[in-house]
């Protein structure tokens, strides 16, 4: 059997058919089981149909689509050729969208990874920015992408950048802490990792935030000098006791001796007293050093005495008036040394807010915690300083964070809450204000379970601890309240 296949342009009726010019034809054999013959292309239309129908649908994005198989002769040929062709960007096309697929796994890992992870040009261009540094920076990736990064985070590089890129182009990475800026103003310290790609035109930076880590640090130091300083100030102190109380039994003998007359005992009597003031000085300061390895009853009342004894010079020369309302005097059981420093804390807090003077009030009354329905004793510290201002009170037992600018670590506040919280009791706070006048108490709550009854203790009466009201607070206008 023979297919004719006219070619395109060249029917039978075309005036410029050369005449001696056979059609085309493909010769399509019987089976030789007697069969049906192999299927054929009656024209040479039907074939470039059948072409362009598969191109079309090739366009449409189905890259499967196929010349069939089936065709003998020159159309076989061209099917296979094509088929192989189309075979060919099959695989391309699936190797392409298994790199996409692996491309786009890796940026979805690069967005979810907690470490600002940015992608950039050689001028600087943000290219690609994640959800980390969207968390650290505070800019959005929409804003983000084609801005200058290092200008836009104002980075401070540890060396000029021009030497940087010189050896990040020579290494083919760098790593070292820079400082930078948020969105918000805040100044940041960033452990920062820098890789380039191999053709040079695009740079990967990773940084995480090593603020507090950084504050952590210069803390442990800091805490250190002073465990050190307690430790000498310590050995000091147990070193002069000795002598110290040799002196006071010598100046007693010289007090009472005969030979004295009036004027010299009374000088005696006055050196007397300030010997006795230096020796309890002494004891203090050991005591500061010297801790018990197991709770030991603690009177309240003396440890707020022997604390605001400590401080009765500073509270002289910032002209400050100490008033003490001790209706009770608990005792705990716990650690003195915790509890001296909680109250040395939030007393010395309250006597730097008051550089120009004021009142220092100090109390200790029965209390009731509402919000657990529970008995207690409450001590209060009521400065009338300068107050806590309102955007600083919600971080003021955050570690770290401090209103005395260089001079202060951030980690008073935090740490005597977390001393308080030991004995299963509250560190509150309120700030109120009445025209130029502003009051701040700070509340230490511990409930009955850890007292251990009324008892006196720093050798004063119930009179004279009761010396003096406490301020009047609930004549201000609260500015910020804690659960104070």
């Given at each position: 059997m023979v297919t004719q296949i006219e070619q395109p342009g060249l029917g039978q009726d075309d005036p410029h058919r050369t005449p001696d010019r056979a059609p085309t034809t493909v010769r399509t054999p019987r089976s030789r089981t007697g069969g049906s013959p192999a299927k054929t292309v009656a024209s040479s239309t039907e074939f470039i149909a059948v072409i362009q129908q598969t191109l079309q649908t090739i366009k449409s994005g189905d890259l499967s689509a196929r010349l069939p198989a089936s065709?003998?002769?020159?159309?076989?040929?061209?099917?296979?050729?094509?088929?192989?062709?189309?075979?060919?960007?099959?695989?391309?096309?699936?190797?392409?969208?298994?790199?996409?697929?692996?491309?786009?796994l890796r940026a979805e890992l690069?967005?979810?990874?907690?470490?600002?992870?940015?992608?950039?040009?050689?001028?600087?261009?943000?290219?690609?920015?994640?959800?980390?540094?969207?968390?650290?920076?505070?800019?959005?990736?929409?804003?983000?992408?084609?801005q200058n990064l290092h200008g836009m985070l104002r980075t401070v590089f540890p060396t000029p950048q021009p030497e940087i890129e010189i050896a990040l182009r020579k290494d083919m990475h760098w790593q070292g802490n820079l400082i930078q800026t948020s969105r918000a103003?805040?100044?940041?310290?960033?452990?920062?990792?820098?890789?380039?790609n191999r053709a040079g035109t695009v740079v990967l930076e990773a940084c995480c935030d090593i603020t507090q880590q950084l504050r952590a640090e210069e803390a442990l130091r800091a805490s250190e000098k002073l465990a050190a300083v307690g430790r000498v100030a310590g050995i000091i102190s147990h070193e002069i006791n000795n002598p110290l109380t040799a002196i006071s039994n010598t100046l007693y003998l010289v007090r009472n001796h005969p030979s004295l007359d009036d004027t010299a005992r009374q000088f005696a009597d006055v050196a007397e007293q300030e010997l006795r003031h230096v020796i309890q000085i002494t004891r203090q300061t050991l005591s500061f050093y010297r801790e018990s390895k197991q709770p030991t009853p603690v009177g309240i009342a003396g440890l707020l005495n022997d604390v605001l004894e400590l401080q009765e010079r500073t509270l002289m020369l910032n002209?400050?008036?100490?008033?003490?309302?001790?209706?009770?005097?608990?005792?705990?059981?716990?650690?003195?040394?915790?509890?001296?420093?909680?109250?040395?804390?939030?007393?010395?807090?309250?006597?730097?807010?008051?550089?120009?003077?004021g009142t220092l009030a100090v109390s200790i009354r029965e209390a009731t915690d509402w919000r657990r329905q529970r008995r207690g004793v409450s001590i209060s510290i009521v400065d009338t300083g300068v107050g806590i201002a309102p955007e600083d009170a919600p971080h003021?037992?955050?570690?770290?964070?401090?209103?005395?600018?260089?001079?202060?670590?951030?980690?008073?506040?935090?740490?005597?809450?977390?001393?308080?919280?030991?004995?299963?009791?509250?560190?509150?706070?309120?700030?109120?204000?009445?025209?130029q006048r502003c009051c701040t108490c700070f509340r230490v709550f511990l409930p009955a379970g850890s007292t251990c009854g009324h008892v006196e203790?720093?050798?004063?009466?119930?009179?004279?601890?009761?010396?003096?009201?406490?301020?009047?607070?609930h004549a201000m206008q609260p500015v910020y309240v804690a659960g104070c």
């Open positions: 065709w003998k002769g020159l159309a076989g040929r061209i099917a296979h050729s094509f088929n192989k062709v189309g075979s060919a960007n099959e695989q391309v096309a699936l190797e392409l969208k298994r790199m996409g697929d692996a491309m786009s690069l967005d979810l990874a907690t470490e600002a992870i940015v992608v950039r040009d050689m001028q600087g261009a943000i290219q690609f920015w994640n959800s980390g540094a969207e968390a650290l920076y505070g800019w959005t990736r929409a804003e983000a992408i084609g103003g805040h100044e940041i310290v960033v452990a920062c990792r820098k890789a380039i002209h400050i008036r100490l008033k003490k309302h001790y209706v009770v005097s608990p005792v705990v059981q716990g650690f003195p040394v915790e509890l001296r420093q909680v109250f040395l804390n939030l007393i010395g807090n309250a006597i730097q807010a008051m550089p120009s003077g003021l037992f955050q570690p770290f964070f401090s209103t005395k600018s260089t001079e202060g670590t951030g980690l008073g506040l935090w740490i005597s809450k977390g001393i308080v919280q030991k004995f299963d009791g509250t560190l509150t706070f309120r700030s109120v204000r009445r025209g203790s720093g050798g004063e009466t119930p009179e004279q601890v009761k010396a003096g009201p406490e301020l009047p607070l």
